[in-house]
Nanobody, 126 residues
Framework: QVQPVESGGGLVQAGGSLRLSCTASGSAFRTKTMGWFRQAPGKDREFVAAISWDGSSTDYAESMKGRFTISRDNAKNALYLQMNSLKPEDTAVYYC???????????????????WGQGTQVTVSS
C-alpha cells in the first residue's frame, strides 16, 4: 500500500515558484506510477502530471507543460512537483496519488489512482 502525504503549498504571487513534496509510507511506492492532480473550488479534479514507477517517463497536462516538472526519489519514497511561472488560475488544492496497480503505464485518469493524500493548498495572487 501507499499512503501519500503532501507538503509545500502556500501563498505565492503570480510569476513565482513553489515546490510541492509528497512522502509516502510503504515499500510499494517504488513500484507505483505516481501523479499530481488539483481541484479548484467548484471544479472537477484535474490531472497535472504523472511519472512512471522508475522515473523514466513523465506526462503533463497541456497547460502545465514547460512550467511544471514532476520528479521522484525512490530511495526517499518521495515525489515532487516544481511549479514555475505560477498563474492565478493555478490556485487549487493539489493532491499526490499512486496508481492502483504496480508497474502501470502513465495515466491522467483519476479513477486509475487508488491512493490519495489529503492535499495541500496552493494560492497564487495576481
Amino acid at each position: 500500500q501507499v499512503q501519500p502525504v503532501e507538503s509545500g503549498g502556500g501563498l505565492v504571487q503570480a510569476g513565482g515558484s513553489l515546490r510541492l513534496s509528497c512522502t509516502a509510507s510503504g515499500s510499494a511506492f517504488r513500484t507505483k506510477t505516481m501523479g499530481w492532480f488539483r481541484q479548484a473550488p467548484g471544479k472537477d479534479r484535474e490531472f497535472v502530471a504523472a511519472i512512471s514507477w522508475d522515473g523514466s517517463s513523465t506526462d503533463y497536462a497541456e497547460s502545465m507543460k514547460g512550467r511544471f516538472t514532476i520528479s521522484r526519489d525512490n530511495a526517499k519514497n518521495a515525489l515532487y512537483l516544481q511549479m514555475n511561472s505560477l498563474k492565478p488560475e493555478d490556485t487549487a488544492v493539489y493532491y499526490c496519488a499512486g496508481q492502483r496497480y504496480s508497474f502501470s503505464y502513465l495515466s491522467s485518469r483519476p479513477n486509475e489512482y487508488a491512493y490519495w493524500g489529503q492535499g495541500t493548498q496552493v494560492t497564487v495572487s495576481s
